[in-house]
């Protein structure tokens, strides 16, 4: 009954910037953190950001001083703010959650992806 949904994605030149936003919806007890994966063909996802609801955040070294990640608890939202973008941050983009039951038990949950691109 949880559900993610991104949205911000694009085609941008170096140097540019876009700014990511996902959204948790249906039935949550409360999120533990939520975080940003990406992906590119031949490469395993890896994280670029993660955020917990009490705000302790976390980012890959290479994209420290370039993105900032930020969210809003009332609303289960995260967003990804990514400045002075080059072509290897070319890749599909994933929200995650990490979302706890009543019980308070971990359960993952991803939304569906969306592709940034840095071309010139």
């Known amino acids: 009954q949880v559900q993610l949904v991104e949205s911000g994605g694009g085609l941008v030149q170096p140097g540019g910037s876009l700014r990511l936003s996902c959204a948790a919806s249906g039935r949550i007890f409360s999120i533990y953190a939520m975080g940003w994966y990406r992906q590119v063909p031949g490469k395993q996802r890896e994280l670029v950001a993660d955020i917990t609801s009490g705000g302790s955040i976390n980012y890959a070294d290479f994209v420290k001083g370039r993105f900032t990640i930020t969210r809003n608890n009332a609303k289960n939202t995260v967003y990804l703010q990514m400045d002075s973008l080059k072509p290897e941050d070319t890749a599909v983009y994933y929200c995650?959650?990490?979302?706890?039951?009543?019980?308070?038990?971990?359960?993952?949950?991803w939304g569906q992806g969306t592709q940034v691109t840095v071309s010139s």
């Open positions: 995650q959650a990490d979302i706890l039951s009543r019980e308070f038990r971990h359960m993952d949950y």
